[in-house]
């Protein structure tokens, strides 16, 4: 990356001045107060920002590194923790930790499977095998932590391909993993199947729930269906829930589940005391670690608890449902069967789609093989729908030309 060239003042700028130029920056940025980004942000509503940033501000100095200086935030965390794992349906023993998102959850989640693998299996040469729609946090965990990426083809329906998996989990595997859903695609993987394939081999399955954890279990409780994904599934292992998707945190806030507790001290734990400073202690791969955002999990679980929680996820479904109609109308595709929130896209002049939709102040990801749209539905979108299908049907019927792709981060 090219740096500006700036230097640090002389003498500090006046607040009023500073303030000024930060808010004329944020001005190029996405508006996802007005609902007009669909991913990245997921806004809940102005009670939860409210209740968000008065306890983010209560916890906006301390240091989460040392729970016996601030004990509230290691009570906080567990009581996070065990909250997840109560929606997950994580058995009596389990245990887990919070982290700074799902990439890290994911990416402990492959360091304890590595390392159990070389010491309960004496593996050598391990390979983490992943369906090809999982997140790349799985491929930046393996190249991090040397294991060699295996792709599970996708079947028709855009799930991960058993039987190919059945071929490609080996000895030498030392971790197997499904998305529920997947980013990509909204779809949840054959998690039953997957995870009975490494239970064969006794291999660890993790299920990435980043974007489901905080989703599943509550359309479960509205009553509807949800394939199976949880640690109700004999096989599965470790799990990531991410807080600040669906459970509405601040960033960064994820959680990782471990269906047993003792590979929690036993593999994710970093002791170290070789040096002057003392015993120094961590389960996350960063050392000092911000406050705010555990503060803000435990605040806005407590706020909305089950019932809003049910609520958020029902306006969601009702705006989705309002979308895949839409999208039928104008003859475009929906990619494979997306089960909640995430919807991607395509059909002729997609791209150019994209871009005239852009023009008119929305954001969308762009996607490809194929080429697609992708969105991810938030509870305010409920505000905007209506003006977003009707500049859809604009987009539609006159695209315009293509400016080509954009790259995406999620």
Known sequence: MDLPDVSLPDRGVPRADLFADLRARKTADADWRGGRTWSLVYPAGEDVDAVLREAHNLYLYENALNPFRFPSLADMEREVVAMTAGLLNAPAGASGSMTSGGTESIMQAIRVARDRAAAERGVTAPTLVVPRSAHPAFAKGAKYFGLELVHIPLADDLRADVTAAADLITDQTALVAGSAPNYPHGVVDPIPELAALAAARGIPFHTDACVGGFLLPFMERAGLDVPPFDFRVPGV???????????????????????????????????????????????????????????????????????????????????????????????????????????????????????RLDDLGWHLDRQTHPDALHLMVSPEHDRVIDTFLTDLRTAAANPGESRGTEARYS
Request: without cysteine; proline residues 5%.
């Open 237 to 355: 292992t470790t799990m990531s829930a991410d807080m600040h998707k669906y459970g509405y945190a601040t960033k960064g806030a994820s959680v990782l589940l471990h269906r047993t507790g003792d590979h929690v001290l036993q593999y994710q734990a970093f002791l170290y005391q070789d040096w002057p400073g003392g015993l120094y202690g961590s389960l996350a791969l960063a050392g000092a670690r911000p406050a705010a955002p555990i503060a803000a999990a435990w605040t806005v679980m407590r706020y909305l608890g089950t019932d809003g929680y049910t609520h958020q996820v029902r306006r969601i479904l009702t705006t989705a449902t309002k979308i895949r109609s839409a999208l039928t109308d104008l003859d475009l595709t929906i990619l494979g069967n997306p089960v909640a929130s995430v919807i991607a896209f395509t059909g002729p002049e997609i791209m150019p789609i994209g871009d």
